[in-house]
């Protein structure tokens, strides 16, 4: 076991809305089951290092009952890891109004620029702040003493000040994963403001991009009214700093390197491209949500086919969807909806030897991802917005062989490091078919250029580099700094 070795500075907390296991009953015993790859895995992987403790929410719901005492957090070694997990029970009325409503239905479609999709409920909100003040009881209770205490995302974004009002002198940092939107559109949730102040009790707090960062810093001086240093990513605010900044998360890389070129996985490539008997192979990949701009994606291509005869029947599109929120009405009618664009280009363009699109609609274990990854010749990442858009850095980091032509898009984050990609305007149809028509025809220098930058970034800052960047910042001291005096509520006017 490595964690009773580590210093105690580098102990971590970390918290967030899931936990990277699931709880499995086995008999009367439950066991733990971690969750495969991605980004809990590597943080799962830096406690195990460091030592510590993980909280979130077990993800199972009990029934509400009124004056019934709440279960305290269940706690259990992780085996061989050296932390311990804390797994907070919520009940189905917290569930509802923290995690499908004010989470799902009003931050997430505000972040992403989607406001007419928000939905405002002032109970949710009360909901929302009482599982937060949970969270950051829970936490004041495994503080480490010199460590860092690590907030992710925007389930939590009142337990920086919570915990701060708690153990004043703990060391947080915040990540916020999705987009941080402009102060236009993030006032026009009802409480802005607590969300900002909420994230400023921290003395860090990372976004995926520059523009991200920036967002938040106006945030903080619109909505807040706080003395915000622009160049120096430093917002103060009663008395306290915090710093600002971009940290874009990085993949995997060498795990779907190593993965893409192993013999097997090319041996399965070359069988996948055979049973498409295909000139060209279009792979899209994403969950199931209406930022990531599925629907518009498959319009272009039906625009594409419409126009371009000559390509009929040396082309397939495969989309590869992951079902997810599938209780949300919403995404049950964006599913109907994708449904029927697929039969409808399926139905007005297929013959009896060509399928123009494949529409494989379930999860793939990462192994199998990769073989669709390094299979095709074009892939389509273009959602209408995306805090970073990890699967174009994991398609980039597979391609060992250097070829294969990124479509991506201008509203991703992963758009600020992959500039090489073909950059689109997933609301703009034309732009779309007239990138998937220069992708298809891409010059081999030019594909194999573009690739080798991309990949050159991707497999230099990757996940544990991103990790390392991260955690070093963290650790840094913040100078207090005398905050300005808040101007008067005439001046603001
Ligand atoms: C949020 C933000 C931000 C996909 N299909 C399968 C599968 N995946 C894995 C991919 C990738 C991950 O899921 C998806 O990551 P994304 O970044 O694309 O998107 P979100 O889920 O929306 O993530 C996003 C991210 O947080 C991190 O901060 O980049 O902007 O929205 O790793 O490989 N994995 C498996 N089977 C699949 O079928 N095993």
Redesign the pocket.
């Known amino acids: 076991m490595i964690a009773p070795r580590a210093r105690a500075a580098d102990r971590l907390l970390i918290i967030s809305n899931r936990a990277p296991y699931s709880l499995r009953r086995r008999g009367h015993a439950t066991e733990l089951v971690r969750s ?4 809990s895995s590597t943080l799962d992987d830096a406690l195990r290092k460091r030592g510590g403790v993980w909280l979130a929410w077990s993800g199972s719901v009990a029934r509400a009952r009124r004056g019934r005492r709440r279960p305290p957090p269940r706690s259990m070694p992780v085996r061989d890891g050296g932390y311990r997990l804390r797994l907070l029970t919520l009940n189905d009325e917290q569930v509802a109004g923290y995690y499908h409503g004010l989470s799902n239905r009003s931050l997430w479609p505000l972040c992403h620029y989607f406001p007419t999709r928000a939905e405002f409920d002032e109970r949710e909100w009360k909901v929302y702040e009482a599982v937060n003040r949970l969270f950051a009881h829970a936490a004041s209770k495994s503080v480490p003493a010199r460590g860092i205490t690590w907030v992710h995302d925007f389930h939590l974004a009142l337990v920086p000040r919570m915990l701060r009002s708690l153990r004043p002198s703990a060391r947080i940092a915040a990540f916020w ?2 987009p941080f939107p402009a102060p236009a559109v993030l006032r026009i949730f009802p409480w802005a403001r607590e969300v900002v102040i909420g994230l400023l009790g921290s003395d860090l707090i990372g976004f ?1 991009t520059g523009d991200d960062a920036t967002h938040f810093m106006e945030c903080a001086r619109h909505l807040a009214d706080a003395d915000v240093a622009f160049g120096r990513g430093e917002v103060a605010y009663h008395g306290r700093v915090t710093r600002v900044s971009s940290f874009p ?1 990085g ?1 995997e890389a060498k795990e779907f390197d190593r993965i893409g070129s192993d013999p097997e996985v090319l041996d399965e490539v070359r069988r996948l491209r055979l049973s498409l008997r295909m000139e060209r192979l279009i792979l899209a ?3 199931l ?1 209406y ?2 701009g599925i629907l518009q994606r498959l319009q272009a291509y039906e625009r594409f086919l419409a126009a371009r005869p000559e390509w009929h029947r040396r082309v397939c599109f495969v989309q ?1 969807q ?1 079902p997810s929120r599938e209780s949300v009405p919403e995404y049950r009618s964006l599913r109907e909806q994708i449904d029927r664009a697929v039969g409808r280009i399926s139905g007005r363009f297929s013959t009896a030897e060509w399928t123009p699109v494949r529409y494989l609609c ?5 192994r199998d ?1 990769a073989v669709f990854y390094r299979a095709a010749d074009v892939l389509l990442v273009t959602p209408l917005r ?6 174009a850095q ?1 398609f980039v980091a597979t391609r060992g062989d250097g070829d294969g032509v990124l479509v991506l898009s201008l509203f ?2 992963a758009a600020e490091r992959l500039r090489e990609a073909l950059l689109v305007n997933p609301y703009d149809q034309s732009a779309m078919q007239r990138a998937i028509e220069r992708a298809l025809v891409l010059p081999t220098v030019e594909r194999r250029a573009a690739m080798r930058t991309m990949r050159r970034r991707v497999m230099t800052e990757d996940v544990d580099w991103w990790l390392g960047w991260f955690l070093a910042a963290a650790a840094v001291e913040t100078s207090p700094r005398r905050a300005r005096r808040p101007r008067s509520r005439a001046a603001r006017r």
């Open positions: 495969i790859g991605g980004l994963h999705i995926h998360l993949v990949v994403d969950r949500d930022t990531k590869i992951v379930h999860g793939f274990g990462r991802l995306d805090g970073m858009n990890l699967v994991e991703a984050g």
